[in-house]
């Protein structure tokens, strides 16, 4: 007889416009066979699951619904990209105290309904919250995952990409640190065909005030969207589903997420942006990048940022933690 496998399912948490672009992006890309959706404002999910669903004639079957934490019991992922939005003006890191209440009143009930699969966290600031859904939940490290500067990496790739005109998917580049200000390029390392873009930008006359710049535009590009259009939600949804593809389908592939440290770059208990494996089981192996004198000063000016912040907020708001 031959063997039923279970589809796989994945619970979204925030309906808003990155969770509905991610929704979306899972319809258009065929990821998962099943997603339920989960938001304070119900009858927005039941809307958003019949519209999906319209676009899946043209795409893939796939079962989608309004549904509430309690059905997360045998999810294979739950993706969090419920929050208060950045707002013009705001950074990132302005969010925490409001998101952190908002975040522990979302992974109690979840882990309380039996939900042993893979929490992946979107919503900002992004590598605070993923620290705190771990402690939240108790669950391993290797089950909670946050996309990190998967977004900021894309746009990194896609300036140099259009300045050496190549496809954005042959640039070999990584954004490391906090998903925020304080993040920052590997000029060391960013290659587009083993060749670095430090030495490209040098041979074709320009100086590093140019690598500088591209950093600036990449860092700013949030505040330039939001400041144009009130909100950033097309390339962080299609990165976020990009991350649960290699999830759901074993890739074992590299990606610039926001981990668990425990010694890299000399860092400890926080999460922030760096290379790392993922897979079925979630994080596989986390890579640490050797990094120039200066970018390891970035790397732990960036972490004591977000350990500042991160441990006043938790002071703050008082969140419940098991671990």
Do not use: C
Not at 102 to 111: F, K, Q
Not at 230 to 258: C, D, M, Q, W
């Amino acid at each position: 007889m031959a063997r039923e496998e279970r589809p796989h399912k994945v619970i979204l948490v925030g309906d808003g416009a990155v969770g509905s672009t991610f929704a979306f992006s899972l319809v258009q890309q065929g990821i998962a066979q099943e997603v339920g959706i989960v938001d304070v404002v119900k009858e927005k999910t039941a809307g958003d699951a019949i519209d999906l669903a319209d676009a899946t004639p043209w795409t893939a079957p796939k079962h989608i619904y309004s549904t509430d934490y309690s059905d997360a019991k045998d999810a294979d992922v739950v993706v969090i990209t419920a929050g208060a939005p950045q707002k013009p003006g705001e950074t990132r890191l302005d969010l925490v105290n409001k998101n952190l209440k908002i975040l522990s009143s979302i992974v109690e009930p979840i882990v309380e309904s039996g939900f042993d699969g893979i929490f992946v966290v979107v919503a900002n600031p992004v590598d605070i919250l993923t620290h705190a859904t771990w402690r939240m939940s108790g669950f391993p490290k290797d089950r909670v995952i946050g996309s990190g500067t998967s977004l900021d990496t894309g746009r990194l790739q896609k300036v140099i990409g259009e300045m050496e005109n190549v496809d954005p998917r042959s640039v070999n580049a990584y954004m490391l640190g906090e998903h925020g200000d304080t993040e920052f390029p590997v000029w060391s390392y960013n290659n587009v065909g083993g060749v670095k873009v430090a030495d490209w930008v040098k041979a074709h006359g320009m100086g590093e005030e140019k690598l500088e710049e591209i950093h600036k535009e990449v860092a700013n590009m949030a505040y330039d969207i939001i400041n144009k259009k009130g909100a950033t939600f097309y390339g962080i949804g299609t990165a976020s589903a990009f991350i649960v593809k290699a999830i759901l389908n074993n890739e074992h592939r590299v990606l610039p997420l926001s981990v668990p440290m425990d010694g890299q770059y000399g860092l400890h208990d926080l999460h922030i942006g760096t290379p790392a494996v993922i897979g079925r089981k979630g994080l596989e192996q986390i890579i640490e990048m050797p990094l120039s004198d200066h970018e390891q000063e970035l790397m732990t000016a960036s972490a004591d940022q977000l350990k500042k912040v991160m441990d006043k907020a938790f002071k703050e708001t008082g969140v419940k933690v098991r671990q």
